[in-house]
């Protein structure tokens, strides 16, 4: 069996009738493959045609993805509008030869969903044409189609590195670079081994849509003497445009550094202050004594003059 594409735009299970109950034909079965397709992903759907009734020949089942208007078994028309979905390498007309009684038949689709393509359901008004002896007949149906693109995120960090031995602010970058939007969004950072968090380990972000990107602020007591590398899990919820539930892992990885490790590295500019408040004060002393000595030697200049 083939494996299923990952990254999803859901397609077709639900068929729709609108047979009247005198119909010789019908679709009895949808299948397709993938199930699942994202906006501008191909499908290869299969309709089963069942006949009911006497031997049915020059069959013609056409797909109307411009949309078309169907008059119900009430006698009311049904309006379905233009779907984002074209032909791929196909028509999107079949035919059949014939179909005896009590038989079914398949016939397949390749389609493609525009790469636009909204998530929703979106309903394809199906047209069957045939013949029974020479005589003309013609019988319509819905299937359904279901758009709808999952999220593929990612995760960064800009921190060029976190000194150990103190407090440190890691922002964690979260970007959505798939088709659908993520909703309902949230960050859980597991257990570290070789640094204490300080804070929140939980944070909410909310809806993150397509081609954008959101960040949360993490705070981190990396341990002494601990590896240069630490390593913060991930797990983002979240759900995609139809609520479907997702929970993916992540392993950030953060490089650390001791405060002259982080100096020799250039992350940080080792502080002159003290050195600088030093040379301050012994000027000053310098001054003052100066002053004094000064005072000192004026007084008794003037005391042997006098």
Do not use: W
């Not at 939007?181 to 993150?208: H, M, P, T, W």
């Amino acid at each position: 069996m083939k494996n299923k594409i990952l990254i999803p735009v859901i397609l077709l299970a639900v068929i729709i009738t609108s047979f009247s109950l005198a119909s010789a034909l019908s679709i009895s079965q949808v299948s397709s493959y993938p199930d699942e397709i994202q906006p501008g992903g191909k499908s290869s759907v299969t309709l089963t045609i069942e006949n009911k009734g006497d031997r049915a020949e020059e069959i013609s089942v056409s797909l109307n993805l411009n949309g078309a208007s169907i008059q119900l078994a009430s006698g009311l028309q049904q309006v379905y509008a233009p779907v984002p979905f074209s032909p791929y390498q196909s028509s999107s007309t079949q035919s059949i030869e014939r179909i005896n009684k009590d038989k079914t038949q398949d016939v397949s689709f390749d389609l493609i969903a525009n790469s636009d393509a909204d998530s929703g359901i979106y309903k394809i008004p199906v047209d069957i044409s045939y013949k029974v002896d020479n005589a003309s007949k013609k019988d319509s149906g819905v299937i359904s189609l279901i758009v709808n693109a999952k999220p593929k995120l990612s995760v960064s960090s800009d921190n060029s590195g976190v000194i150990k031995g103190q407090s440190n602010d890691v922002n964690i970058k979260i970007v959505n670079s798939g088709l659908g939007d993520a909703k309902f969004l949230s960050v859980k950072v597991e257990g570290i081994s070789n640094a204490r968090i300080i804070g929140a380990d939980n944070f909410y972000i909310g809806n993150l849509n397509n081609d954008d990107f959101d960040s949360v602020k993490l705070s981190l007591f990396p341990v002494s003497g601990s590896a240069n590398s630490i390593n913060i899990p991930l797990i983002i919820l979240y759900k995609d445009s139809r609520n479907k539930d997702y929970a993916e892992s992540f392993n950030l990885q953060v490089k650390s550094y001791t405060l002259q490790e982080a100096i020799n590295a250039g992350l940080i500019q080792k502080s002159y202050t003290s050195i600088i408040v030093l040379i301050v004060v012994i000027l000053i002393v310098a001054y003052i004594v100066y002053r004094i000595i000064r005072g000192i030697l004026r007084r008794r200049k003037k005391n042997q003059e006098m």
